[in-house]
């Protein structure tokens, strides 16, 4: 039987966002922009793709060859994207510009 996500929305692309579960601990919390929102070949539900604003992420924005957003790695090293659950993201205004995005 599918699991039952809780209806939360999904954030807007481009959106300043903290993420929790980053990094080694499930309590840690890392910010990054929205690049992704939908679903993903390799899980059920919607999943939202971030962009970090540090190097504690999984990927670049491809996940098993799939390529669903572009991480802005052209100024920075190491993996910057990572798929989180809607419940999971937590908008914010730190005064930083939005970046365009694709939607999917």
Known sequence: MARAWPRVPLPPL????????VGAHSDQFAK??????GRIHTAEGKWVG???????GRHNGTLNGKR???CDD??????HG??????DVRLIDDG???SD???H
């Not at 990054?32 to 929102?37: D, K, Q, S």
């Not at 971030?50 to 504690?56: C, H, K």
Request: net charge neutral; hydrophobic share 40%.
């Open 14 to 21: 481009g959106a300043r966002v903290s993420v929790c579960g």
């Open 74 to 79: 052209s100024h920075r090293a190491g993996l």
């Open 68 to 70: 669903y957003f572009q």
């Open 96 to 98: 930083e510009p939005k």
């Open 50 to 56: 971030v962009d970090l604003d540090e190097p504690a």
């Open 32 to 37: 990054g922009i929205v690049r992704y929102t």
């Open 82 to 87: 990572v798929f989180v659950r809607p419940e």
């Open 101 to 103: 995005v694709a939607a």
